[in-house]
């Protein structure tokens, strides 16, 4: 229980890695805030954290609204008097050729992605820096250390998460917070990857299970990643365990990428 008497917020943890991150922190010890946009899928994952034992309550976000995320913010504070954890999961795609994309699609994906992963830890970070001690993970990805031929603004939303990243790290150091962010790979389980097999299917003129064959090949551990794989990793980022870790963008693509 490396996260007991901590109050943790996950924004977009109403289904898929949101909820599986939610519920890992939760079975460290810590009570949630399910930040989430969509109530009816926050209610479920609140259920499910309340059904281990921990406290956990709901806040409908936007997290494009910088009112809701100070709302957010002040929401966890009157619940549980304090935020120790803030995970950035919220997070969209948008697929289309770099001849495609519009400026209202890069400025949706920018939003989501990026904007948000900013002012969210800004929403928290004066708390965290009167407490003297905080912690911050984001969801970049693979993505965005590669760049990426059919979502583009989506390779450079996670390559921007991974620089504010090492600014919050940088910023957040003289006040004992840390902040690092994560960079999954193929995980095969989720909304956002159905939509993306389809629409790369689509382009190169195959289906999507020719696709999934193929990205299953090239995945050195031999096996598709689940929310779960990630989950793990930032509940070891939001402990202790990881006290001297900062400003750094961890792999956990199975391989997939080594750098």
Same mark, same amino acid.
Not at 102 to 128: G, I, R
Not at 149 to 175: D, F, M, Q
Not at 187 to 204: F, K, P, Y
């Given at each position: 229980m490396e996260l007991e008497g901590q109050a943790a917020i996950v924004t977009g943890a109403g289904r898929g890695i949101g909820r599986a991150i939610a519920l890992e922190l939760a079975s460290l010890g810590a009570d949630v805030v399910i930040a989430e946009v969509l109530e009816q899928n926050a209610e479920q994952v609140v259920g499910e954290i309340r059904a281990l034992g921990r406290r956990a309550i709901a806040v409908q976000v936007d997290v494009t609204a910088q009112e809701d995320l100070d709302t957010m913010a002040v929401r966890a504070l009157a619940e549980f008097g304090r935020i120790d954890v803030l995970v950035n999961n919220a997070g969209v795609n948008w697929f289309g050729s770099v001849l495609e994309?519009?400026?209202?699609?890069?400025?949706?994906?920018?939003?989501?992605? #990026?904007? #948000? !992963?900013?002012?969210?830890?800004? #929403?928290?970070?004066?708390? $965290?820096? #009167?407490?003297? =001690?905080? *912690?911050? !993970?984001?969801?970049?990805? $693979?993505?965005?250390?590669?760049?990426?031929?059919?979502?583009?603004? @989506?390779?450079?939303?996670?390559? /921007?998460?991974?620089?504010?990243? =090492?600014?919050? /790290? &940088?910023?957040?150091?003289?006040?004992?917070? =840390?902040? *690092?962010?994560?960079?999954?790979? @193929?995980?095969?389980?989720?909304? $956002?990857?159905?939509? !993306?097999?389809?629409?790369?299917?689509?382009? &190169?003129?195959?289906?999507?299970?020719?696709?999934?064959?193929?990205?299953?090949?090239?995945?050195?551990?031999? =096996?598709?990643?689940?929310?779960?794989? !990630?989950?793990?990793?930032?509940?070891?980022?939001?402990?202790?365990?990881?006290? @001297?870790?900062?400003?750094?963008?961890? *792999?956990?693509s199975g391989g997939l990428v080594m750098h």
């Open positions: 994309v519009t400026e209202e699609n890069w400025d949706f994906v920018m939003d989501v992605n #990026a904007k #948000a !992963v900013f002012f969210a830890s800004q #929403a928290v970070l004066p708390h $965290m820096m #009167a407490a003297k =001690r905080g *912690n911050i !993970v984001s969801l970049a990805s $693979m993505a965005g250390k590669l760049g990426s031929t059919y979502s583009v603004a @989506y390779a450079a939303s996670k390559a /921007a998460v991974i620089s504010i990243t =090492r600014s919050l /790290a &940088l910023s957040g150091a003289p006040y004992g917070i =840390r902040a *690092n962010c994560v960079c999954p790979g @193929y995980i095969h389980s989720t909304d $956002m990857w159905r939509q !993306v097999e389809t629409g790369v299917a689509r382009a &190169l003129g195959q289906t999507p299970d020719e696709i999934n064959a193929q990205r299953l090949k090239s995945i050195p551990l031999g =096996r598709w990643q689940t929310p779960e794989d !990630v989950a793990k990793v930032i509940g070891y980022l939001a402990s202790e365990r990881s006290g @001297y870790i900062t400003g750094e963008a961890v *792999n956990v």
